[in-house]
């Protein structure tokens, strides 16, 4: 599934504080993801990250 930085994700699972939005802000070998909700980061490889994703969300911001 393919994405930018800047696009929100809906993944699979929900994050502990009950939201599947993460929002795109580097991507590498890992990609960091911001919790659209509270705002927690995190990094994740790539591949790993994949297999959770559900549905991407582009952003609505025209760059
Ligand atoms: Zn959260």
Known sequence: ?????GDVLVLKK??????????????GAEVRIKCVNCGREL??????????????ENSAHIK
């Open 43 to 56: 990094m994740i490889f790539k591949p790993e990250l994949a297999l959770k994703i559900k549905k991407v």
């Open 14 to 27: 929900p994050h502990a504080c009950g939201s599947h939005q993460w929002e795109v802000l580097r991507i």
């Open 1 to 5: 599934m393919k994405y930018n930085v």
